[in-house]
């Protein structure tokens, strides 16, 4: 098993989450728990440890409530204290409950789900794109000729029945496509993955 204590590159860590739909503990919430009370001198088997989570967290009252970091805390630790009573480490419990909460508390301690990246990597070129390609608000909030976005600067050379300039026009627009191309690149191995992940095919 990994050594848990090791922390994942920075980009496979986010803090925020809804409900354990974007993050899972690392490597995984049992490998961890048994990794915590190993280092603090108890020894627990996987399988066993598996069970007794399971169980308690099927006998669990939830909290409505999840703002007041004094709630966490003692919802957490009840729940530690519960799964190492099942596991018949009673005596080690007050100890070992604390260090739990510490560790599952660090952001550190968690990762991505693997089909969440391509979700995230997709979500940040559309956002990307959205402004980049912004026309009408730009057009209206923005009276600095130096401040006009891309799009509201292309349009300035275009004069009506006067005609327009073409050239200057598909130059600009030309350039226009060169951050999203560097954006794609940067995440292109996310969304390839994620196709891979998915089973999609052309």
């Known amino acids: 098993m990994s050594n848990p204590t090791a922390t994942p590159r920075p980009l496979e860590c986010v803090f925020l989450d809804a409900g354990d739909t974007l993050l899972a503990p690392w490597p995984s919430f049992q490998g961890r728990f048994v990794a915590v009370a190993r280092e603090h001198g108890v020894s627990l088997e996987e399988a066993q440890a598996d069970a007794a989570i399971a169980a308690t967290a099927r006998q669990m009252v939830w909290p409505t409530d999840w703002t007041d970091p004094a709630t966490q805390r003692e919802l957490w630790c009840g729940f530690y204290l519960e799964v190492l009573e099942r596991l018949g480490r009673a005596g080690d419990h007050p100890r070992l409950a604390g260090a739990l909460y510490r560790s599952f508390s660090d952001p550190a301690a968690y ?42 600067g292309l349009s300035q050379f275009s004069y009506g029945e006067a005609g327009s300039r073409w050239e200057l026009i ?18 292109q191995r996310q969304i390839i993955r994620g196709v891979a992940l998915t089973g999609l095919k052309g």
């Open 111 to 152: 990762k991505l789900f693997d089909d969440v990246r391509p979700a995230l990597a997709a979500l940040c070129i559309l956002t990307f794109l959205g402004n980049w390609n912004a026309f009408l608000w730009p057009l209206i909030v923005i009276q600095d000729p130096l401040m006009r976005t891309l799009p509201v």
């Open 170 to 187: 598909m130059t600009g627009a030309s350039i226009a496509t060169v951050p999203v191309l560097i954006v794609f690149a940067i995440f």
